[in-house]
C-alpha cells in the first residue's frame, strides 16, 4: 500500500493547498531510496572517516620563537579543543563538514574553545575581509559576527566535489537497480498456468483464481519443499529457472564497488583504500599521504597561522606545524637499521627517533645530542688530510 506525498504536506488550513497534485510512492520506492542513500553515504562516511582517522594521528606541533613548546595551544589542537569534543571527535565534525559543505568555519569563543560551525552566513568584502553572522554550533546561535581576522576558513574546490559524485552516482544508480533486479528476475521461478474452459465458467472461478495467485503459488515459490494442490481444470507447467554464472553475480558487486571508486577520487584518495582492499595498501597510503592529506595539512595549516599567529609571529619562529609521520604505522624493528642511520648522520637525536616511536623521552642530556660517525668529513677536510699524508711520504723519502 503506498502513501501520498500531499497527505503529508498539505494543510487543512489553506484550501488551495487542495489542489496540489500528489504523488503516489509504494513502499518498495521508499525501500530502494533509502537502499541508495545508505550505499551513498556509506561510501562517503568510508572516505572522510579514513581522512579524519589519519588526521587524528597526526601531531599538531607548536613553536614560539623557533622553540618547540608544549603549552595551552598544544593541549588545545592535540587534546581537547573544545568542552564537549576531544580531538578526534573534532576532526571528524571538522572533516565531515569540509566535504559534503565544501567548505569549513571554526570560530573561537570568549574563552577560547574552538568550535566547528554547523551554519553561519557569510558577507563579502573584498577591500575590508568578509563578516560572519548567524554563527550556529550544535544549538547554539552567537549573537555577535565576526571579522575574516576572527575564524578560520577553509574552501576545498572552486566546485562542490560532493554534488558531482551524487549527479554521477544518481545516473550511476539506475545501471545498479535494472542489474540487480534482472539478476532477481533471472533467478525466478516461471511457469504456465493452463486453466480450461468449463473452469472458467465455474462461479467461484475469480475467488479461487485469486486465492490460487496469492496464497497457493506465493506458499509454493517461496517453500524450498512444497506441493501444489490445483482444483479440478487446472494445470501448472514449470518452465525452470534461469541463474546468472558467477561471474555476472560478480559484475553486480563491482557495480557496488565502482560507487566508493569515484567517490575515493572525488576525495583524491586511493581507491583501495575506500573498499578496504588489503593488496600493496602500504604503496596506497603512501600515494593518500601525498595527494589527499598532504595538501589539506598545507591548506590548514596556512589559514592557522596567517590568523593565529600573523605576520610577526612568523617572522621569529612561532607557527604551527602539522606532523604527518605518526600517519603510518611504524614498527620499530623494521626500521632499526633505518633509525641508525638517521642518528650516526647526526640529523635525529635518540629522542627525537623514540618521539617519532611514540616511545617516553630518556631523560638524560646524551638522547638530546647529534651524533655523527667519523665517515662524514667535508671536501675541504680530505683534501687536507690527504695533502697531510704526502707531505710525510715526502719527508720520508728524504
Not at 588489503?278 to 604503496?283: A, I
Not at 647526526?346 to 618521539?355: A, D, E, F, H, S
Not at 616511536?357 to 638522547?367: G, N, R
Amino acid at each position: 500500500m503506498g502513501f501520498s506525498i500531499k497527505r503529508m504536506f498539505r494543510s487543512r488550513e489553506t484550501p488551495e493547498m487542495e489542489r496540489v497534485a500528489s504523488v503516489e510512492i509504494t513502499d518498495q520506492q521508499v525501500y530502494e531510496a533509502v537502499t541508495e542513500i545508505c550505499l551513498r553515504e556509506l561510501a562517503f562516511w568510508t572516505c572522510v572517516g579514513k581522512i579524519a582517522n589519519a588526521f587524528t594521528k597526526c601531531e599538531f606541533r607548536t613553536f614560539y620563537e623557533g622553540k618547540e613548546i608544549f603549552e595551552d595551544e598544544y593541549y588545545l589542537w592535540n587534546y581537547e579543543p573544545n568542552r564537549n569534543q576531544n580531538k578526534a571527535e573534532f576532526l571528524n565534525k571538522a572533516m565531515e563538514k569540509l566535504f559534503r559543505e565544501n567548505e569549513l568555519l571554526i570560530v573561537e569563543s570568549y574563552d577560547g574553545q574552538l568550535l566547528v560551525a554547523d551554519s553561519f552566513t557569510v558577507t563579502h568584502n573584498t577591500l575590508y575581509g568578509d563578516t560572519y553572522s548567524n554563527v550556529l554550533v550544535d544549538d547554539y546561535q552567537f549573537s555577535r559576527n565576526f571579522s575574516s581576522t576572527d575564524v578560520l576558513h577553509w574552501k576545498l574546490n572552486n566546485k562542490n566535489v560532493n554534488q558531482i559524485i551524487r549527479g554521477l552516482y544518481d545516473s550511476y544508480s539506475k545501471l545498479i537497480d535494472y542489474s540487480a533486479k534482472s539478476y532477481l528476475k533471472s533467478r525466478g521461478s516461471r511457469g504456465i498456468l493452463d486453466i480450461s474452459a468449463m473452469a472458467q465458467s465455474d462461479k467461484l472461478f475469480e475467488e479461487k483464481l485469486k486465492k490460487l495467485m496469492n496464497e497457493y503459488f506465493k506458499s509454493f515459490f517461496s517453500s524450498s519443499n512444497a506441493v501444489l494442490p490445483l482444483f479440478e481444470g487446472y494445470k501448472y507447467t514449470d518452465l525452470g529457472s534461469k541463474t546468472y554464472s558467477e561471474g555476472t553475480s560478480r559484475d553486480i558487486k563491482n557495480q557496488y564497488d565502482d560507487i566508493f571508486d569515484f567517490t575515493a577520487r572525488g576525495f583524491s584518495m586511493p581507491p583501495s583504500l575506500a573498499k578496504g582492499d588489503v593488496q600493496d595498501t602500504s604503496k596506497a597510503v603512501e600515494e593518500m599521504l601525498t595527494f589527499c592529506l598532504d595538501p589539506l595539512v598545507c591548506m590548514l595549516q596556512q589559514e592557522i597561522n596567517r590568523k593565529r599567529n600573523g605576520k610577526g609571529g612568523l617572522r621569529k619562529g612561532t607557527r604551527l606545524q602539522i606532523n604527518t609521520m605518526r600517519v603510518k604505522h611504524i614498527d620499530m624493528f623494521d626500521i632499526a637499521a633505518s633509525a641508525d642511520k638517521l642518528i650516526s648522520s647526526g640529523i635525529y637525536t635518540v629522542n627525537m627517533i623514540l618521539r617519532a616511536l611514540e616511545e617516553p623521552k630518556i631523560d638524560e642530556e646524551w638522547a638530546d645530542q647529534h651524533f655523527i660517525t667519523k665517515n662524514y668529513s667535508t671536501i675541504q677536510e680530505i683534501l687536507e688530510e690527504q695533502s697531510k699524508k704526502g707531505g710525510e711520504k715526502s719527508g720520508q723519502t728524504q
